[in-house]
């Protein structure tokens, strides 16, 4: 079965199905949990310029989130969740581990050699967690260096935890800023009794990945979002339509075919509410995972520029796209102010054909002022350069 939608019916799916629709979820923990139940996979960032990305893309979905509530839901007593690979470093949900057990069982034959070079640093490492408890590479005297991949020329301790978390050996207990202590997988999330061959995994980790973008491409470019499964990707997904867990969507305008899940179905001929609001997207959240999809169904130019050189960036160092009901309208580049207390945002951009109303105008304000309250600070200061709807969005934000 292959259904057609025209782009705006594929716009309003993808907010409906991202829960970027209507109000947002109740504050707390338990909608936490229901983000991830239902995307599986979010990416971590550790570059907090206003706020992570991962606390970004909740704070978009959950009203009143502060970044102390994913903590707690990291690192609390009761974990509901852990870091690990999937695409790129993620959060994943504890419900998921016995998946990746599969991955860490694998580290582990490709690791082997080097862990058994190193068997006696670990074995001693190992003891020193196990009596004091969660440790950083920091507290072991221990000066080593090794040289090639991403350590280049760094310690061989930090090396080794890095391994040690890759093999299920050691979790990521706790952070400090951008700085991880480690304790012992038993203290954290033991290890399930399920063994998982690769078929399950490669059929699950295809859903989880699916579950986080909630539609991709039939064909095209895979680029890091299917990380480690480029080669099983087509098979799994025909698999996948066969057993009828996917749907295909045919896109008006659109060159390449789409994959969404079933449970996703009832979403298609279901409304987005009357009720546009305003969001903040995140860089990295998974409904920009896709750039070219995002291209060819909001029509709007999906481009992350922090890496580039400043003088080649068009909107800023750290934009984020703005939502207005089901359409991507603009970017906003926002920072913590350096010497007040206050957000800061550096520049504004508007869609091109956008046609500022007074509701948006207010709802943007309003959206400036939850984000100012995300992250704790006093107030928000607009750009100093001339933008349209400066003078009525300062009078707003002055009520």
Not at 306 to 332: E, N, S
């Amino acid at each position: 079965m292959t259904l057609e939608l025209s782009k705006q019916q594929a716009r309003d799916f993808l907010v409906q199905a991202h829960l970027l629709d209507g109000p947002k979820l109740k504050p707390g923990r338990a909608s936490i949990v229901k983000v991830f139940k239902r995307f599986k996979t979010i990416q971590v960032d550790s570059i907090d310029v206003c706020g992570t990305s991962q606390d970004i893309a909740l704070a978009s979905r959950i009203e009143n989130h502060t970044p102390d509530k994913l903590y707690d839901f990291l690192y609390g007593k009761n974990r509901g969740g852990f870091e690990y690979w999937s695409k790129c470093l993620s959060i994943l949900p504890k419900e998921s581990k016995p998946i990746y057990e599969f991955r860490m069982r694998k580290y582990r034959d490709q690791h082997s050699k080097f862990l058994d070079e190193h068997k006696d640093t670990i074995r001693d490492m190992i003891k020193k967690i196990t009596d004091n408890g969660p440790m950083g590479s920091s507290d072991f005297n221990d000066a080593r260096k090794v040289g090639g991949g991403w350590f280049e020329n760094e310690r061989l301790i930090k090396w080794i935890l890095q391994w040690l978390w890759d093999t299920g050996d050691l979790m990521i207990h706790h952070r400090k800023r951008r700085v991880r202590f480690y304790d012992l997988t038993e203290r954290c999330i033991p290890w399930s009794d399920k063994k998982i061959t690769e078929e399950e995994f490669r059929h699950q980790i295809i859903i989880d990945r699916l579950s986080a973008m909630r539609m991709t491409r039939t064909k095209g470019p895979t680029g890091e979002i299917w990380h480690g499964l480029r080669e099983v990707r087509d098979e799994q997904l025909s698999k996948l339509h066969e057993k009828n867990k996917v749907i295909k969507i045919l896109v008006e305008g659109c060159k390449s075919d789409f994959w969404i899940l079933s449970e996703d179905k009832k979403l298609l001929n279901r409304k987005p509410s009357a009720e546009k609001s305003v969001r903040f997207l995140a860089p990295l959240d998974s409904i920009m995972w896709d750039r070219s999809l995002v291209q060819d169904i909001f029509d709007f130019e999906a481009k992350f520029e922090i890496y580039h050189v400043p003088h080649k960036r068009r909107w800023g160092y750290y934009c984020l796209p703005i939502l207005y009901g089901c359409d991507l309208v603009g970017r906003v580049d926002l920072a913590r102010d350096k010497v007040e207390p206050s957000l800061n945002a550096i520049s504004i951009h508007w869609e091109k054909g956008f046609k500022l109303s007074d509701e948006f105008l207010h709802k943007f304000a309003l959206a400036l002022c939850d984000h100012q309250r995300f992250l704790g600070l006093d107030g928000v200061q607009l750009p100093v350069e001339k933008f349209t709807g400066k003078d009525k969005l300062k009078k707003l934000l002055k009520r």
